[in-house]
């Protein structure tokens, strides 16, 4: 199978945020995102329409389907939309595009890896180890003083 061209930029030093500012978990995860000193690129859903090509690529990196983008079993969702779970991959994109509330947790992209993020210590899977200050010197290799 041949290489798709991806919509979204991902390059490995570059974090990609996919957020609702409107809910205060997100924004957290955002301030905690940016603080990381890393390249981000951070995707407000609730003032972007992200593209369906955008959320399909999205649900891929997680290998999971667009379906499973919206959590139904969420009690957000079945106040909003009842109980039913039978969403096709056009009203999943259609519901995420004109009811942002119902991404219920950030996603996080960085090259091919990506998660739902449901608390900001996860954002840490995505630093370096140089983010942490670990000494690179070989061990074993002798100070010369």
Not at 16 to 45: G, M, P, Q, R, V
Not at 92 to 99: A, E, Y
Request: glycine content about 4%; proline content about 3%; some cysteine.
């Amino acid at each position: 199978m041949p290489n798709q061209m991806s919509v979204l930029n991902t390059k490995e030093n570059l974090l990609i945020l996919i957020y609702n500012s409107e809910f205060k978990n997100h924004k957290e995860i955002f301030a905690y995102t940016k603080s990381a000193d890393k390249d981000c690129h951070a995707i407000d859903i609730s003032k972007t329409k992200v593209t369906g090509t955008v959320w399909a690529e999205i649900a891929e990196k997680l290998s999971i389907t667009v379906h499973g983008l919206i959590d139904t079993d969420h009690s957000a969702f079945e106040n909003r939309y009842g109980k039913e779970k039978e969403l096709s991959a056009d009203d999943t994109i259609k519901i995420l595009q004109n009811d942002p509330e119902m991404l219920i947790f950030p996603i996080m992209i960085k090259g091919e890896t990506a998660k739902i993020i449901k608390n900001y210590s996860e954002v840490t899977r995505f630093h370096d180890p140089d983010s942490i200050g670990i000494d690179k010197t070989e061990i074993g290799k002798e100070n010369d003083y």
